[in-house]
């Protein structure tokens, strides 16, 4: 049973820094794995998708890898905003039959 | 409009109601999903649908039901709500294949009291 795991659960850092968060899954035989944002009480936004043949994904301050056979992520967010506030949440779809496995996020606090 | 949209945003109910909480999306998807989410659990699979005779349980089944009127369409209905069902409700869709993206509706806050 595929497990993915996010570290840390929360995350505090000042205006303009660079920071990563991490995401581990313990089974590499996946097709994909997707970084989602979602702010208190709200839906989920898609940020990033890597395939499994990918290495990275890149959208305007996000940088998002992939280490399969490790069964690592990182997503990488460049000169933080008090807006990049949120929890981030990664999801990876697998050999079973369509569905994802998620994990439990890390909520990111950005400090103006 | 929203691509996968859910109704109602908000409900609070009884325990021991029946209640149905509605998915639509405009993608074209065959797969839709519904997920639950609770504060420290993440968020878990109920049920799943590939086409309209094709549904199948998830993880956390039990006390839900489903229907799949058409392809744009997926129910989840709770037959006697009970407090423990208090949580965020999300829809997701996704295309053909399993390498596709998952979309997500903005989530039903459902209130069981």
């Known amino acids: 049973k595929q497990e993915v795991t996010q570290i840390p659960a929360a995350l505090s850092v000042p205006e303009g820094e660079n920071l990563v968060l991490n995401c581990s899954f313990t089974?590499?035989?996946?097709?994909?794995l997707q970084w989602f944002r979602q702010d208190p009480g709200k839906g989920l936004t898609s940020l990033l998708l890597?395939?499994?043949?990918?290495r990275e994904q890149t959208s305007g301050r996000l940088n998002a890898s992939l280490d399969k056979s490790s069964g690592r992520s990182t997503l990488y967010i460049a000169a933080s905003q008090p807006g990049d506030s949120a929890t981030y949440l990664c999801?990876?779809?697998?050999?079973?039959?369509?569905?994802?496995?998620f994990g439990d996020g890390t909520t990111l606090t950005v400090k103006p | 409009d929203a691509d996968v949209t859910q109704t109602p945003r908000n409900r609070i109910t009884k325990t021991g109601k029946r209640i149905m909480l509605e998915c639509s999306q405009t993608?074209?998807?065959?797969?839709m999903y519904w997920y639950r989410q609770d504060p420290g659990l993440g968020l878990r699979l109920i049920y799943y649908?590939?086409?309209?005779?094709?549904?199948n349980k998830g993880e956390i089944s039990d006390g839900y039901s489903v229907s799949r009127q058409a392809q744009a369409k997926f129910s989840l209905s709770l037959e006697s709500a009970i407090p423990n069902q208090t949580a965020l409700y999300f829809c997701?869709?996704?295309?053909?294949?399993?390498?596709?993206?998952?979309?997500f509706g903005n989530g039903t806050r459902l209130t069981v009291t």
């Open positions: 999801a990876v779809s697998g050999t079973n039959a369509g569905k994802s496995t």
């Open positions: 890597i395939q499994s043949s990918q």
């Open positions: 997701a869709t996704r295309g053909a294949y399993d390498n596709s993206p998952l979309h």
């Open positions: 649908s590939f086409d309209v005779k094709d549904i």
């Open positions: 089974d590499s035989a996946i097709y994909n």
């Open positions: 993608k074209g998807h065959d797969r």
